[in-house]
């Protein structure tokens, strides 16, 4: 159980295009999730906070009009790169809470996708 | 605010030697305390977690990790690695939703395990 995949795992797209990524939760239903940037040999930086119904809570420094983040039901949460440039290329991670009533919440990940820009 | 720390950015073992990898956190508030392990290329996968209960915590793939108050540590250890082990390992912390953190996972900057044979 706690199954999340990402859709794609890799994409390459020329600057100044737009990128959607997935993020599914397979076989729980997931209020929230979040969205991690990883850069090489480094650790994950939380990019946002998705809520199912609301919108979505940007961490400093992160532009919301850039990343564009939908939560649109209980399973699916896409964050879409708006023209994108080669400094968007990384490794992009999302996460899906489980609350487990009356013990606390953990995330579970998904696979990743990696997005070049050239 | 919490954060964490791992103390070793890389620690290299033998085949069947035991290790264990150190992880410290800092927080004025109750914590849940993770470990994730990723592979090359991949998502993180959840190897154990401590919400609450006995601080002896048993995960997958034969890892166990002890949550001590006091020393405001989360160690995780291995009795006898195997090469399969070779991985990026990170910990991390959160909060009970309520507090400001609502959820959110402060990571440590990671300790890659290198098993040798």
């Known amino acids: 159980g706690a199954v999340v995949s990402q859709h794609p795992s890799r994409v390459i797209c020329k600057s100044g295009t737009s990128v959607k990524i997935e993020c599914r939760s397979l076989d729980f239903q997931a209020t929230t999730m979040f969205w991690y940037r990883q850069f090489p040999k480094q650790s994950l930086m939380l990019m946002a906070t998705s809520n199912e119904g609301s919108k979505a809570t940007y961490e400093q420094g992160v532009e919301k009009d850039k990343f564009l983040i939908n939560h649109a039901s209980l399973t699916l949460s896409t964050l879409t790169v708006t023209s994108a440039h080669p400094e968007d290329s990384s490794f992009y991670i999302c996460?899906?809470?489980?609350?487990?009533?009356?013990?606390?919440?953990?995330?579970?990940f998904g696979p990743g996708t990696r997005l070049l820009v050239l | 605010a919490q954060s964490v720390t791992q103390l070793d950015s890389q620690v290299p073992v033998f085949e069947e030697a035991p290790v264990e990898l150190r992880c410290n956190y800092s927080?004025?508030?109750?914590?849940?305390l993770f470990w994730y392990v990723q592979y090359p290329n991949q998502g993180l996968q959840l190897l154990l977690k401590y919400l609450s209960g006995s601080t002896l915590v048993k995960g997958i793939n034969g890892f166990e990790a002890e949550f001590n108050k006091s020393q405001t540590s989360f160690h995780l250890r291995k009795p006898s690695v195997h090469i399969s082990d070779t991985a990026e390992y990170f910990c991390?912390?959160?909060?009970?939703?309520?507090?400001?953190?609502?959820?959110?996972?402060?990571f440590g900057q990671g300790t890659t395990l290198q098993v040798k044979p």
């Open positions: 927080s004025s508030v109750s914590v849940y």
């Open positions: 991390a912390v959160t909060t009970p939703h309520g507090s400001s953190n609502t959820g959110k996972l402060i």
């Open positions: 996460s899906a809470e489980l609350p487990l009533a009356g013990v606390g919440e953990t995330q579970y």
